[in-house]
């Protein structure tokens, strides 16, 4: 079979996406590759495919044993023989499925890198005939990445221990430099096929949101939603009680998820959610890596995360099936100083020496920064992600908060000059505090002493804190100001300050306007040209079928394919192979239920 008959038999697909075709050749051909796309971007085909056109069993490596779960539930509902090899089986479990493997029974085994070097598997490994060893999450193995995991170190002394080296391919959704060359070297790739496609999202719709009341803006936006499901990520477990119980009291059907719950309550939970059963999941972020759930059609941040990477691929689980999809979050500047002080006390993480942990820390007090400053451009939020990521995108995307405007654009050029100045006249020695209070007036007992009420800069602003706060950080942005890297950044002039300063140039910036209850512009390409009876009996129908099999609904068929059903109207087998989505075993499977359906459908109408 041609891989473009594998991908239409199992996964019911026409094309390939941008890029997948390149890697699947690639391994085809026995060369390494390295993936790096953007969450949802359809990764796991391009593993699975080459898995299935090639003799022997595929090993992927992945680091999450919910991911595993639903990956295999979701391989084995297409007709793909796969299983998965981690803590949550007992030992005989385990006894069984490697010896099923050793039989030839799977094309896919999945497994967490921790078991890699224990004996059974590790003896498994050595006599089976592998076609290839997939590594997900690759960033997994970077001290650089935003989760480094020690156990993924142990990949190469696992791959040294077989008889034969196997093709390796690794995915990841981190496009660093640093963190691609770290992949290549630690995994030692050879000679891999690096392919790095486009980190856009099209469908999805992102906004920023600064708010007094984060509460309010929150449910002003579920309001809206109706029956869309999406996940609520706040950065504390304590967050995440509050928010959910609030909403449940008010009627909201919303479940939570942190790492503080009994593992029973947090797994019922993350079924309900999955199965549909309760269409808002509250949660710190240790929920969602690997949930491969489809139809999220929102994901609001109650609070900033600390990097751009989190937050890139926390909002992107948001639209996997394509659908129009929303990425909210809502920003205090309370966020910037909680995630602070987590850098400063971070407990979890053990550094070899002081050295690294200053260079580690500096590293992420940078990429906070970035983050912050996400939630204060005010030019297209898109086009700041892509540059991010290292791409060069258009200025305007029209899909975001700040292209639809809710900012005003004020002309700031008098301010601008009195900050350079003050700067200036500061001696460029002073942070930002301590600058908004020069420039205010401030009598503190600081200002004083260091005689700083006595500058000619001294209270000439009446601007607000947080207005000049706002100003400071444009000018960083825009190269007028420089903060340094210390400990205690201080602000100098920056390269461009100059230009305002004497050459008399304007400096305009969108301010925020500030909101009591927000209006929300949501995703203007919502509306669905579809019949929504017909969709809402064909999702009852999903439903019955996914408890019967107890499964989560989206593994019988994302939202996408049921959407793809209301607009082809399929009444023949031959029509219902061409909804997207639909392959041949899920025709056998589903396709008389869906099209009985359909008919009856038709005949009431
Ligand atoms: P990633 O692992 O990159 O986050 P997935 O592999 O989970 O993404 O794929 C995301 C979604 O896209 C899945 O629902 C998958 O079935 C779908 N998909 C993958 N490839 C294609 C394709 N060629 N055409 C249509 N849909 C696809
Ligand atoms: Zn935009």
Redesign the pocket.
Known sequence: MTKLET?KQY?G?D???SG?ETLIDGVVAGRDVLGV?P???????CFQIPALMMDGVAIIVSPLISLMKDQVNALTQSGIPAAFINSSLSGLQIDKALQKAREGAYKLIYVAPERLLASDFLSFAQTAKLSMLTVDEAHCISQWGQDFRPSYSKIPEFVASLPKRPILSAFT?TATAKVREDIVALLGLNDPIVLVTGFNRENLYFEVQKTKDKYAALTTFLNIQKERSGIVYCSTRAAVEEVCEKLKTEGYSASRYHAGLADDERHDNQDDFLYDRVQIMVATNAFGMGI?K?NVSFVVHYNMPKDMESYYQEAGRAG???GPADCILLYSGQDVRTNMWLIENARDVQYPDKETEELLKERDRKRLREMTFYCSVNDCLRGYILKYFGENPPNYCGNCGNCDTNFEMVDITVEAQKILSCVARMKERYGQKMLIDVLRGSKSEKVLRLQLDKLSTYGISEKSEKQLYEMINQLILNDYLLKTDDEYPVLRLGNRASEILRNGKTVQMKLVKEKQAPEIATNKKQTRPVDNRLFAVLRELRLAIAKEQNVPAFVIF?DSALIDMCMKVPTTDEEFLKV?GVGKVKLERYGEKFLKVIVEFLHYK
């Open positions: 991908l996964f697909y094309s390939f996406r997948q796309m969450t949802g971007a359809g990764k796991s085909v959704a491969d489809s996997r099936d394509g994302p997207s």
